[in-house]
């Protein structure tokens, strides 16, 4: 089997102030980095476009006509401080949901072994009716509430590690005793959610904080006694990743000291967790990650090794 790549072009439409970290060349570095010979095999797929239906899997019509209505045609606007929408941001959400509803699909049709969406915005910081975070739309609830209705499972996992929590993650699948959700995290740290006691409404929130300055060590031996029990035990039919990198130690956001070969190691064991409960069935999509060049060598170490447990 293979992995799929999924990405567009519009994902570097959605233009961001000067300065601001979530900028254009975070993709343009990650599609460098899985250009070269290595990355051949990936089998490329141009992400469609999501539909309003997609988009209803996570958030109220209300929600998705209001952003919808604030796409500007000619500026750059701010939703809040952090979260900015250009000319091209709405096409360019609409890719990243496009792209993990596709990814779905291509990986439980049996089109390949898994897949990595190469988009942005991000999204899991996207709550119900609140864009935040350099986030629009939940992709990662998208991905799993779409292979749960179109595709008839009965239970999917998301597993975050990116450094911030996935506060949208959580707050659009409290209600949901068929979607796990575990996340990794610094803390402190924005958004400042994440406690080891916001355990949803049926017990299915798995949150593991992390103290800054915390290493490879401490990130591994968490998974080992908290996440990949507690997935083991939920018996996902699909896993779906929220993959940011931005837990590397170069990154400038936070204060946690991962290198590439943890990213690794996480997506290693989580393919080893897929093959064992679900047929190896793995979805990625890239959320944070902030340091340009720490951002393509990690995304480029977890695609690796998505490729290598799809084979």
Same mark, same amino acid.
């Given at each position: ?12 439409? @959605? $233009?961001?102030?000067?300065?601001? #970290?979530?900028? *254009? ?6 599609? &460098? ?7 051949? +095999?990936?089998?490329? $797929?141009?992400? #469609?476009?999501?539909?309003? %239906? ?37 096409? %360019?959400?609409?890719? %990243?949901?496009?792209?993990? /509803? =596709?990814?779905?699909?291509? $990986?439980?049709?049996?089109? $390949? ?30 991905? %799993?509430? @779409? ?15 990116? /450094? ?31 406690? #080891? ?8 929130? *798995?949150? /593991?904080?992390?103290? +800054? ?7 591994? =031996? ?8 507690? *997935? ?35 997506? &290693? ?13 793995? /979805? ?26 799809? =084979?």
């Amino acid at each position: 089997m293979s992995t799929a790549l999924l990405h567009h072009a519009d994902c570097l439409g @959605h $233009v961001t102030p000067y300065g601001h #970290p979530e900028q *254009v060349a975070r993709l343009e570095y990650v599609s &460098r980095a899985l250009s070269t010979d290595e990355f051949a +095999p990936l089998v490329r $797929v141009e992400a #469609p476009l999501g539909e309003d %239906a997609h988009l209803l899997l996570a958030h109220p019509q209300a929600y998705v006509t209001a952003i919808r209505n604030a796409a500007p045609a000619d500026e750059t606007i701010s939703l809040d401080p952090d979260t900015h929408m250009s000319p091209g941001s709405l096409n %360019a959400a609409l890719r %990243a949901v496009g792209a993990n /509803v =596709k990814a779905v699909d291509m $990986v439980l049709d049996g089109e $390949v072994g898994n897949a990595f969406c190469a988009t942005r915005p991000p999204g899991h910081h996207a709550e119900k009716q609140t864009p935040m975070g350099f986030c629009l739309f939940g992709n990662a609830v998208i991905a %799993a509430r @779409h292979a749960l209705r179109a595709h008839g499972l009965s239970r999917a996992a998301i597993i975050d590690f990116d /450094v911030h929590h996935g506060n949208g993650t959580q707050d659009l699948v409290w209600d949901d005793a068929d979607i796990l959700f575990a996340s990794s995290h610094q803390s402190p740290l924005y958004p400042g959610s994440g406690k #080891p006691e916001e355990q949803g409404a049926h017990g299915q929130i *798995v949150n /593991v904080p992390l103290p +800054p300055n915390s290493d490879g060590t401490l990130f591994r =031996k968490s998974y080992e006694r908290i996440v990949f029990p507690a *997935v083991e035990a939920h018996k996902p039919e699909i896993i779906i990743i929220s993959a940011g990198f931005d837990a590397h130690r170069d990154d400038p956001l936070a204060n946690l000291n991962l290198i590439e070969e943890d990213f690794a190691w996480a997506t &290693r064991e989580i393919c080893r967790l897929a093959d064992g409960l679900c047929g190896g069935r793995v /979805v990625s999509t890239l959320e944070g990650g902030y340091d340009l060049d720490a951002l393509a060598s990690s995304a480029a170490a977890h695609v690796r090794t998505l490729m290598e447990a799809a =084979k």
